[in-house]
């Protein structure tokens, strides 16, 4: 009987034990999660913070399903170290050996430098449901709350307190929000609506550089202006790492994150394989290695892992980022290469009303899009990215409202609906 043992039991981890199980009916699974919590939804924790959903609400599966599966959980246990040689892993004062590992470590927050901020009690960061937890019971109506990063993670914090707080600053070094999603112009426009929506600050092309304190908790942060924010509660999100010093005290091959045959999900070491944040990606359309830290592919890294590790043959196919989420009921969906540059690549924009759509292309190839409030055909235009196709072939606009009906038969049965020819 084989002993697979998984660490991290996120999107990634919890795909892998269950890739597995369908391929090896008998094998012990062992999930490892320093967590205190069964397998959540991760991106539920803003809704948590704004009181939409319950914590019970989030759970991916029921408690039963892990025993009814087989899936052997252990919560609490933060794996320090691996012994390659004996083929085991560590977790407190228990070891866990295995004949398969997977690696499902996630991110970590990236906490930038800044003068008087560290081990303060008002000082959080917003990345899992313990630390939105301690959010949550910190923040009330008189609280002047300031954030640091306008990328996702900062702006989902901002917009979960807006509900909450009195006051809510953003801090973003960037001239623009969500810079890693939106261009230029249509960043303009969503930061225009949350301002109005949400009544949130924003302080472009500026951070805080420090923060002043009194007993142990802040109480106002300067900014790289000069300009002080009154602070009564601080959220570090500035962004994410992978995390990698597990797989680097192991001795594997670590480049920004852990690297991986992309095929097998294999390491450096044969035996242990890895999926998800932590994990060196290769984005399908430009070849790039980079992290591409999203849930789909943490979910088909893990069960590409799974399947590998179990004797199975399953893979990734490609990987591209995708972005779906809404701030004050905008919805914004943005796919593949949105900052891509150069002259080989070209885009088409139209704009109407809070409606922008913003198509990106290589050639005659769609290589992304910007949609907000106008995603309804985003799965269509997803799919003409991820099948390459030719956009010359269809037989209408495609800026416009695309159709089934553009594509031939074949095509939309095989590649649209999954459908035999």
Partial sequence: MMNYVIVGASAAGLACAEQIRKEDKDGRIILLTKEEYLPYSRPSISYYLKGKVTEKDMLLRKPSYYKQTGIEIVTGAEVTAIDRKKKTVRAGRKSYHYDKLCLCTGSKPFVPPMKNTQSKENALTFLDLACTKALKKKANKDTRAVVIGAGLIGMKAAEG???????????????????????????????KFIETEGHITFHLGDTVTEAKSKGGKITSVVLKSGKELPCDLLVLAVGVRPETSLAEKAGLEVNRGIIIDPGTMRTSDSDIYAAGDCAVSVDMLDGSKKIIALWVNAVRQGKAAGSQMAGGEGATGGTFAVNAIDFYGMRICTCGLINAAGDKYSDRVIQSGESYKRLIFEGNRLVGFVLINSSENAGIYTNLIENKTDVTTLSGDILGTPSLMWFDKETRKSRLKGESA
């Fill in 161 to 191: 307190l807006s509900k909450i707080c009195k006051s809510v600053d953003v801090a973003e070094l960037s001239e623009r929000v969500l810079p890693s999603i939106l261009d230029a112009k249509s960043s303009k426009s969503v930061k």
